[in-house]
């Protein structure tokens, strides 16, 4: 046989690209025909708006990896891409880009708008699809999906019409939370509040009859304007003469009611609330209650309109809030003024403050469908990982709220409803329509809002196979299996697919449901254009490589905790890609003139059945990790099998039959080497799957399937098991251990050869295993000698380390300089009695373990030992070298 030469260096820019082109030429995504439980992922669709970020990093390589798991398993496997229109997102990034023209929307016209949007959809589609072939997504996509496509288009109709049907979508004129930079309504979950640092003004409101005044209080004084009444408690005595009596309404000319409701707080403030229900959500819920008109002050732009005094018509509302606490100091009922932080809401999308406000909208029902939601999470049918997501989850459909659907944009699925210009009939359709169903009038226009972005992702599971058509993908690939995705989208999405799911087909649309961790700066702080922490994958696949990218991701995605993340880390990634690359090559490079041998033809040692053991193990950590989502587990198993146990320790032991005069031992040696290798580069398909598809390739066609993507992965088995063998292993696995930490110690060059001797206690069980394996000792130790017996060896110029059931004695004196090692220790000798003394003072002050966290007090009585342990080591050393 002739060796395979690998290129020197690992260069994944010399074959990432080819590989990926090699498995879409080959159909390798699309899941296999057969009869096994498909395992199915629908991709949370990235918005149309940019550029994936290390968060899309993240989510999409665990993705991938459980994917290519799966595949290998055998069983049917897709995972569905597409992207999201991203209504609200999308439209900003058009009209920036208008407004740089020197035009706008308006100027444009509704149509050649949508147009122009739709070629920014395929200017950033093409690069989002780009990034995800760049990191490995082995997306099938043929299947890609749009959440504007015709047939998600046709999904949300029949979706929207079906709810109406059931009167589970009205309209109606409700306040709502209004952005007046989009100019468009959004749900409660598209507001995001914050803490913001503002005034509290305090003034009076005069009754009518000049009896007297009452005090009131407000962060917006400009919605004096819109005031309807003054509210007090039913039982508060300060105001019981109060309630009836009218008030004169500065700067309005109107007067208004003093009323009595229980949802006044009388310990806060005067007691008495001014009330707004044309923009404050809780005023609203009283005025229902009282029956008080609803008086909107505000123009869609958030100017003041009509319904206020001539004087601030027109005005913004800071302008506005201004000049009517100027004028109402000039009234003379001006109290004080006040610094209050408070939480204000802001648009999720430009941070505009949210305006409550009165306006015609469609709305959902949500709260039959919260109510199955909830139901099949406490039946198990849904399940979260890390489970600590659950509470979010609950918690906000127990506290679900009417989702408003309609929003005043263009891009975006065009409401369905038609409205009659001359009978004034109101049509709900599936279809287009050109004529009223009810007068036949063709002088009809469909209603101009379009529906919440969400309203199509929350059909997604479904939607991209094809529902409302019972389609063979629906038939076979519904419901699918796992969700992954970002805590933060769990109600704006994960809650609400689950609710649309089980409405239309009854079942939920995925079982499990995992929660990515949240990528950070070393800092702690969340990943920012504006904090310039960022981090583009593209970047890091340039430098480094996509399985880099994807295997330091794996490491370090622990469930439940935050990714603190510098660009230095994939050094990680790479530096073990590095080792498979070069593990590989020294393989392949010893094939020259070798004849591989079957399994059956093979007579196994000790070792092998140790590192078949081994593998056996890992294959069971790792393959139960990835079913529970523990990646890091998953990918901390492989790591160290394949740096630990076959590299450092089988590769190194097998040197002894490679470079044997015995063919038979070489011909021995480099078979097992070669299937324990394509066992390994299957293990690890999943975390690097260009490196070791590549690998793959160039292994000998007869021990390999024809492609590594679609190979079974590594099955655990009862016959590889032999605990015995890992035991006695492990045995000389620490003698071996014991001899090199002493060389390290003393830094003894790996080139130069050691004298070793080695007692083994009478009740060692391992001891004649020891013997019996002094060559692979000799070899793994770089030793010229190594005596074995149960008798204390001439420890002279020797340095001992005891082991469990052993002490091996390494003559270090014989190459080394001892004066100027003594020297060393003894000056380190004096540092750790510093260390050791200040330790132990600061753990003796009462102030520091009274006062200091439980884990700062640790971590200092774990230094303490640390140095106390350091310190019996070098005196040992010291009278050893005496």
């Known amino acids: 046989m002739k060796a395979v030469q690998l290129e020197k260096a690992y260069n994944p820019k010399e074959f990432e690209d080819r590989i990926y082109d090699h498995?879409?030429?080959?159909?390798?995504?699309?899941?296999?025909?057969?009869?096994?439980?498909?395992?199915?992922?629908?991709?949370?669709?990235?918005?149309?708006?940019?550029?994936?970020?290390?968060?899309?990093?993240?989510?999409?390589?665990?993705?991938?990896?459980?994917?290519?798991?799966?595949?290998?398993?055998?069983?049917?496997?897709?995972?569905?891409?597409?992207?999201?229109?991203?209504?609200?997102?999308?439209?900003?990034?058009?009209?920036?880009?208008?407004?740089?023209?020197?035009?706008?929307?308006?100027?444009?016209?509704?149509?050649?708008?949508?147009?122009?949007?739709?070629?920014?959809?395929?200017?950033?589609?093409?690069?989002?699809?780009?990034?995800?072939?760049?990191?490995?997504?082995?997306c099938d996509w043929s299947r890609e999906r749009f959440t504007l496509d015709d047939g998600l288009n046709k999904a949300v109709r029949e979706v929207f019409v079906s709810l109406y049907e059931r009167?589970?979508?009205?309209?109606?004129?409700?306040?709502?939370n209004w952005c007046h930079s989009c100019g468009t309504a959004l749900s409660d979950d598209e507001v995001e509040h914050k803490e913001v640092h503002g005034n509290l003004w305090h003034y009076y409101y005069p009754l009518a009859d000049g009896s007297g005044k009452i005090a009131v209080a407000t962060t917006r004084p400009e919605t004096m304007l819109g005031d309807t009444c003054v509210a007090v408690h039913p039982e508060d005595p300060r105001y019981t003469d109060y309630i009836g009596k009218q008030i004169a309404l500065p700067l309005s000319g109107r007067t208004i009611p003093i009323i009595a409701d229980e949802y006044v707080d009388r310990e806060f403030g005067s007691g008495a609330v001014?009330?707004?229900?044309?923009?404050?959500?809780?005023?609203?819920?009283?005025?229902?209650?009282?029956?008080?008109?609803?008086?909107?002050?505000?123009?869609?732009?958030?100017?003041?309109?009509?319904?206020?005094?001539?004087?601030?018509?027109?005005?913004?509302?800071l302008s506005a809030r201004s000049q009517v606490v100027e004028d109402i100091k000039a009234a003379g009922l001006f109290i004080k003024e006040e610094n209050h932080s408070h939480q204000i809401g802001h648009?999720?999308?430009?941070?505009?403050v949210i305006e409550p406000y009165m306006s015609e909208q469609w709305f959902v029902r949500m709260r039959n469908m919260a109510d199955k939601a909830l139901h099949a999470w406490q039946k198990n049918e849904v399940k979260f990982f890390p489970k600590k997501y659950e509470n979010t989850y609950a918690n906000w459909l127990n506290n679900i709220r009417d989702w408003c659907i309609s929003r005043q944009l263009w891009w975006g699925h065009r409401i369905p409803v038609w409205y009659c210009s001359d009978c004034g009939e109101m049509t709900v359709s599936r279809e287009d329509v050109a004529v009223c169903s009810k007068c036949?009038?063709?002088?009809?226009?469909?209603?101009?809002?379009?529906?919440?972005?969400?309203?199509?992702?929350?059909?997604?599971?479904?939607?991209?196979?094809?529902?409302p058509e019972k389609t063979s993908d629906m038939e076979k690939f519904f419901p699918t299996s796992t969700l992954v995705t970002g805590y933060d989208i769990i109600f704006f999405w994960v809650a609400r697919m689950i609710m649309s799911s089980l409405e239309f087909l009854e079942e939920v649309p995925f079982r499990d449901i995992v929660i990515t961790s949240l990528?950070?700066?070393?800092?702690?702080?969340?990943?920012?254009?504006?904090?310039?922490?960022?981090?583009?994958?593209l970047d890091i696949v340039d430098q480094y490589g996509a399985d880099s990218l994807k295997f330091t991701l794996a490491f370090l995605a622990a469930q439940g905790q935050d990714i603190l993340l510098a660009e230095e880390d994939f050094r990680f990634g790479s530096k073990f890609a590095n080792k498979i690359w070069n593990a590989a090559r020294f393989l392949l490079m010893n094939l020259e003139g070798r004849s591989l041998l079957s399994m059956d033809e093979i007579r196994m040692k000790d070792i092998d059945r140790w590192i078949f053991h081994r593998l056996d193990a890992v294959s069971r950590r790792v393959g139960k990790a990835i079913e529970n989502y523990r990646f890091n587990d998953a990918a901390q198993g492989v790591y160290e099998f394949f740096w630990n146990d076959f590299c450092d320790w089988y590769i190194e032991a097998s040197k002894l039959d490679l470079y044997s005069d015995q063919e038979a031992d070489k011909d021995r040696a480099i078979s097992l080497l070669m299937k324990v290798l394509e066992e390994s580069l299957r293990l690890l398909h999943p975390f690097l799957p260009f490196l070791t598809e590549e690998i793959y390739q160039k292994l000998p066609a007869d021990i390999r399937h024809e492609?590594?993507?679609?190979?079974?992965?590594?099955?655990?088995?009862?016959?590889?098991?032999?605990?015995?063998?890992?035991?006695?292993?492990?045995?000389?696995?620490?003698?071996?251990?014991?001899?090199?930490?002493?060389?390290?110690?003393?830094?003894?060059?790996?080139?130069?050869?050691?004298?070793?001797?080695?007692?083994?206690d009478s009740d060692f069980n391992a001891a004649d295993y020891i013997h019996e394996n002094h060559a692979l000792i000799l070899n793994l130790v770089n030793a010229e000698s190594l005596v074995i017996s149960r008798e204390k060896p001439d420890s002279a110029g020797a340095v001992p380390a005891a082991g469990n059931g052993f002490e091996a004695f390494v003559y270090v004196s014989e190459l080394i300089d001892v004066d100027k090692e003594r020297a060393k220790l003894e000056k380190e000798k004096t540092g750790l009695q510093k260390l050791l003394t200040s330790t132990d003072k600061k753990l003796q002050n009462s102030g520091f373990v009274d006062n200091a966290p439980a884990e700062v007090i640790e971590k200092e009585r774990g230094k303490l030992k640390e140095f106390q342990e350091r310190m019996a080591k070098v005196e040992r050393y010291l009278t050893e070298l005496g």
Not at 347 to 352: E, G, L, S, V
Not at 442 to 455: A, G, K
């Open 519 to 537: 990528v950070r700066d070393k800092q702690g702080r969340k990943m920012s254009k504006s904090l310039g922490n960022g981090m583009d994958p």
């Open 23 to 138: 498995w879409m030429q080959n159909n390798l995504f699309a899941p296999i025909e057969g009869d096994e439980k498909p395992f199915v992922i629908v991709i949370p669709p990235p918005n149309v708006t940019g550029v994936l970020h290390m968060g899309h990093g993240l989510n999409n390589s665990l993705q991938d990896i459980l994917i290519r798991y799966y595949r290998m398993q055998g069983r049917p496997t897709l995972w569905v891409p597409g992207t999201d229109h991203a209504g609200i997102a999308t439209q900003h990034v058009v009209e920036r880009k208008l407004r740089a023209q020197g035009t706008n929307r308006l100027e444009l016209g509704r149509k050649k708008f949508v147009e122009e949007t739709w070629k920014v959809k395929e200017e950033h589609h093409t690069t989002i699809s780009r990034q995800l072939r760049k990191i490995g997504a082995s």
């Open 167 to 176: 009167d589970l979508i009205y309209r109606g004129h409700y306040l709502v």
């Open 274 to 317: 001014k009330i707004t229900p044309g923009h404050d959500p809780n005023d609203y819920e009283i005025a229902e209650r009282h029956d008080l008109e609803k008086i909107n002050i505000l123009n869609p732009d958030g100017t003041l309109n009509e319904n206020v005094p001539e004087k601030y018509r027109g005005m913004d509302v």
């Open 347 to 352: 648009c999720y999308r430009c941070n505009t």
């Open 440 to 467: 036949g009038s063709s002088n009809i226009r469909q209603d101009e809002d379009v529906l919440d972005t969400w309203f199509s992702s929350w059909l997604w599971p479904f939607s991209t196979l094809g529902w």
């Open 707 to 760: 492609h590594l993507i679609t190979a079974p992965y590594p099955q655990p088995t009862v016959d590889r098991q032999n605990e015995m063998v890992e035991a006695r292993f492990s045995s000389l696995q620490e003698v071996i251990r014991a001899i090199r930490t002493i060389r390290s110690e003393f830094t003894i060059p790996p080139e130069k050869k050691v004298r070793v001797a080695v007692r083994t």
